[in-house]
């Protein structure tokens, strides 16, 4: 009996979905969620679901200033979604939170105003309790925002040929190929993780490469992984933005951090190799994608690393009326913010419209004895800045827009946000099982 095998395949590209309003300054799209099956080891077949597709969804593009009008219908079988722009400052009521279920057969149509900076967001179901399960099986996108400054920065643009999406999530498959979402007690302790990684939903896959500049937008997408990015030959790159836009100035490295729900975008340049040289993208040494450079298809336009991105006005701590605390706080199933689990009838914070705070959050979970779980927190509908990390200025990496951060076991953060967008969002945990056990909370912006 032969061991299922995975065939060597070439990096899917998500699509970019279609506006289909033909105004320049609105846009529409339409997205379907719907259950389908992947063969993503031959011979088997995975049960999954996607969005417009079997396994993850499309590339929704948009650009400051538009006037966006998204139409979700949910196919689904049996089962209620909500879809959330994550990153997005957007109106409670176009957030796309646990509020806004979609049950099976129907259909909603948010609409919003892009306000913010070019950036690399993402999209994902967030119904209550079942976000994790609705992530693992394959639904999630990327949302591009693009403005000026994107459009003249000299950096590659051309999607999917120097300008390439990597979703990096881990599975675990079954013989029979299946990714069954059952939590056993080390997943209801630190989420799932998985001993297979994806990207872009292909297990080990290669891209070919043209002999230069490679712009590659980086999303964590896992349930609860932590990467550490490098390249095996440990080949320099630079990061050019974060979660919610571009840095000031590219920043060099060889390791990237990345927390579940992160994202990087960086610059890697491959003029240097020669035709057929393979480099690998790799996780704490291993291997998961191979770059194989090609002078195929010739003249490829020439980049070098920009000196300058975009300036980042610096929010000034002395404008915060208030510091809030959040204290992550429990293990297993009673993990909690500030001693209290999820509630959807219950607004646990007050924000003033249009004013500035300091949001403080330290991780208390877990320490001692068992050594403790490292929790990215998230908050809707803002980006901030993180002033410090127990104190000392935060790596240079976190030095512009954030709206997922790791807190370390211990730590204590502090992060400043202008919160300009009115209704009632979510913080949370984004270690989906987390988030699913009830470490979220409820802020009403008024
Ligand atoms: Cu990425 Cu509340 O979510
Ligand atoms: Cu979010
Ligand atoms: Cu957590």
Same mark, same amino acid.
Request: glycine fraction near 10%; include cysteine; proline fraction near 6%.
């Given at each position: 009996?032969? *061991? ?11 699509? &970019? ?15 379907? +969620? ?6 993503? =080891?031959?011979?088997? !077949? ?12 499309? %590339? ?23 879809? @959330? ?13 646990? @509020? ?36 693992? !099986?394959? #639904? ?25 999406? #990597?979703? =990096?999530?881990? !599975? ?13 007690? $080390? ?26 500049? &490679? ?25 050019? +933005? ?21 994202? +990087? ?39 070098? =690393? ?60 877990? &320490?001692? &004895? ?16 993180? =002033? ?7 790596? #240079? ?19 400043? +946000?202008?919160?300009? $967008? *009115?209704? %009632? ?22």
């Amino acid at each position: 009996n032969q *061991s299922n095998t995975v065939n060597e395949s070439a990096l899917p590209i998500p699509p &970019m979905l279609k506006d289909t309003n033909p105004n320049p300054n609105k846009a529409e799209f339409h997205i379907t +969620a719907q259950n389908a099956t992947k063969e993503f =080891i031959s011979g088997t !077949k995975t049960e999954t679901m996607g969005y417009n597709g079997d396994y993850l969804g499309p %590339v929704i593009r948009v650009r400051r200033g538009e006037e966006v009008s998204v139409q979700v219908e949910n196919k689904l079988k049996d089962e209620m979604t909500t879809i @959330h722009w994550h990153g997005l400052e957007v109106d409670g009521d176009a957030d796309g939170g646990p @509020h806004s279920g979609i049950q099976p057969g129907e259909s909603w149509t948010p609409e919003f105003t892009i306000e913010q900076p070019a950036a690399t967001l993402w999209y994902h179901p967030h119904p209550e309790r079942k976000t994790g399960k609705q992530v693992y !099986k394959g #639904l999630a996108g990327l949302l591009f925002i693009e403005d000026e400054v994107s459009d003249q920065l000299e950096i590659p643009r051309d999607y999917g040929v120097n300008d390439v999406p #990597l979703i =990096i999530q881990d !599975k675990r498959f079954n013989k029979d190929g299946s990714f069954e979402y059952d939590l056993g007690m $080390h997943d209801i302790m630190n989420g799932l993780q998985g001993n297979t990684l994806l990207v872009n939903g292909a297990i080990a896959p290669y891209l070919e490469v043209p002999k230069g500049m &490679m712009r590659l937008r980086i999303l964590n997408g896992s349930n609860a992984s932590v990467y550490e990015l490098g390249f095996d030959n440990n080949q320099t790159f630079y990061q050019i +933005a974060s979660d919610g836009g571009f840095f000031e100035k590219p920043i060099k490295m060889n390791e990237l951090k990345l927390g579940p729900s992160e994202r +990087a975008e960086i610059l890697v340049d491959f003029s240097e190799y020669n035709n057929g040289d393979v480099i690998q993208m790799s996780n704490q040494g291993v291997k998961f994608l191979k770059f194989s450079v090609s002078v195929n298809g010739a003249s490829v336009k020439q980049f070098t =690393i920009p000196e300058k991105l975009n300036p980042i006005e610096k929010i000034n701590p002395e404008d915060a009326v208030r510091t809030r605390k959040f204290v992550f706080q429990g293990m297993g199933p009673r993990v909690n913010i500030n001693g209290k689990q999820m509630d959807i009838n219950r607004i646990d914070e007050q924000v003033n419209l249009n004013t500035t705070e300091i949001w403080e959050v330290s991780n208390e979970s877990g &320490m001692g &004895m068992m050594g403790g779980t490292v929790h990215p927190f998230h908050a809707h509908g803002v980006q901030f800045q993180i =002033i410090d990390r127990d104190g000392n200025p935060p790596p #240079l990496n976190e030095t512009g827009w954030k709206d997922t951060f790791l807190v370390s076991p211990g730590e204590k953060v502090r992060a400043i +946000a202008t919160f300009n $967008h *009115s209704g %009632v969002f979510m913080y949370h945990c984004h270690i989906l099982e987390h988030e699913d056990a009830g470490m979220m909370g409820q802020f009403q912006v008024e």
